[in-house]
């Protein structure tokens, strides 16, 4: 029952995105030229407020269940990468600011009356933060910042504290920032990906928080770090995989390997395939709702997720991205040489798939967590018992 309610409460927005699938493929393949989405599919994207899935309704976000935002995010990327990316980052970053900023801070972003910002950047602790009466004085560089063009504000991280990842997470205004044009890429080209930094700048403490359960918000952000950010890259990486089977299984029917030969569609080898193909897809998609959906459940609780729920959904996170970036390899293979040409969509999925696979969440350190955890689990915490 949980997960048909989740899928009600996404109908109306996916059915959104369906009627503009035309606008964001056509976006998605400017994207690659303008290494950035084009501006006026980002209005289209604040129109139908993608920007703040993630965002306290108090603060004016329009906030939906993770399982529903998988749905929102697995759609996009069926139909366009770099939109969905765009989409995926922007209320990552809104949430992370909207939900753990302290309240002045939250409302200086969040202007009442004005129209919701965007917010890009990188949670990496990329650099330092001096204590200052009334704040810290913030230098670094940071990496990644996918839709940095078009955000009015932008969240980085420096070392210290105790929260996630001991760091403290903080929030400036993009004019205060160098932005640097280092996205020159092989993947992900049109999601505007570029660095920005700051030197010596002043961040009042208004605007920097170490991590624990949500200030404000309710449900969705008692699921704390990680699980928050937890439903992003592994939907993007099954609507990709998706697209990616159902194209390859259109161009199978026209495709031979020498003229005069059989189709592709017609050697039991493509069979095997995509009968694989599908189950593994399937897999994938299923193995990280159920780890969702359980430190859901926790967060509608009343509980913060435990350890052994996180350990599950960022392990999984690993599973389903890295099986679907296995399926567009072995998918891409019975294209022939046709789909290495630039106008070929399966260049494109294969690029974008293999740099998602890159993200800094999906480390197989989170296998080995998970696996630390079972071993001390059977042996009462001593990991080196006999």
Not at 69 to 77: D, G, H, K, N, R
Not at 97 to 120: C, H, I, K, S, Y
Not at 181 to 209: E, I
Not at 326 to 352: K, N, T, W
Request: glycine letters at 12%; charged letters at 20%; a negative charge.
């Amino acid at each position: 029952m949980a997960s048909a309610a989740a899928h009600d409460e996404a109908d109306g927005l996916i059915d959104a995105i369906r009627r503009r699938r035309n606008e964001f493929e056509a976006a998605g393949e400017a994207a690659e030229g303008l290494r950035t989405l084009p501006g006026d599919t980002v209005t289209t994207l604040r129109e139908l407020g993608l920007f703040w899935l993630k965002t306290p309704a108090e603060l004016g976000g329009t906030p939906v269940s993770p399982i529903s935002f998988c749905a929102v995010i697995e759609e996009l990327a069926y139909i366009d990468a770099s939109t969905a990316w765009t989409a995926m980052i922007g209320a990552g970053c809104n949430g992370l600011a909207g939900g753990w900023l302290p309240e002045a801070g939250a409302r200086e972003v969040f202007t009442t009356g004005q129209p919701l910002p965007v917010v890009a950047g990188q949670l990496s602790p990329r650099g330092t933060g001096i204590p200052v009466d009334g704040g810290y004085l913030v230098t670094g560089q940071w990496g990644f910042s996918s839709g940095i063009r078009h955000a009015d504000w932008l969240i980085g991280a420096f070392s210290g504290g105790t929260g996630f990842g001991q760091m403290i997470a903080f929030v400036v205004p993009k004019p205060a920032a160098r932005v640097i044009d280092t996205w020159h890429v092989a993947g992900l080209q049109g999601t505007g990906s570029l660095d920005w930094a700051v030197s010596d700048l002043f961040v009042p403490a208004s605007r920097a928080y170490e991590f624990g359960p949500g200030v404000r918000g309710g449900d969705l952000f008692r699921l704390d770090m990680p699980a928050f950010v937890s439903n992003e890259v592994p939907p993007f990486a099954v609507g990709l995989a998706r697209r990616a089977l159902d194209d390859m299984t259109e161009l199978a029917t026209r495709t031979s390997r020498w003229p005069g030969g059989p189709a592709v569609s017609e050697r039991a080898v493509f069979h095997k395939e995509l009968g694989r193909a599908e189950v593994r897809l399937r897999a994938a998609r299923l193995v990280h709702r159920e780890a969702m959906a359980a430190c859901w459940a926790s967060a509608t609780s009343g509980q913060v997720p435990s350890a052994q729920q996180r350990l599950a959904v960022t392990a999984a996170s690993v599973f389903a991205v890295e099986t679907c970036a296995e399926i567009v390899v072995d998918l891409f293979r019975y294209g022939g040489g046709r789909v290495l040409a630039s106008s070929s969509p399966m260049q494109r999925y294969l690029r974008d798939i293999l740099a998602a696979r890159q993200h800094i969440a999906l480390s197989e350190e989170h296998y080995e967590a998970a696996g630390r955890y079972r071993i001390e689990s059977a042996t009462g915490g001593h990991a080196g018992a006999s």
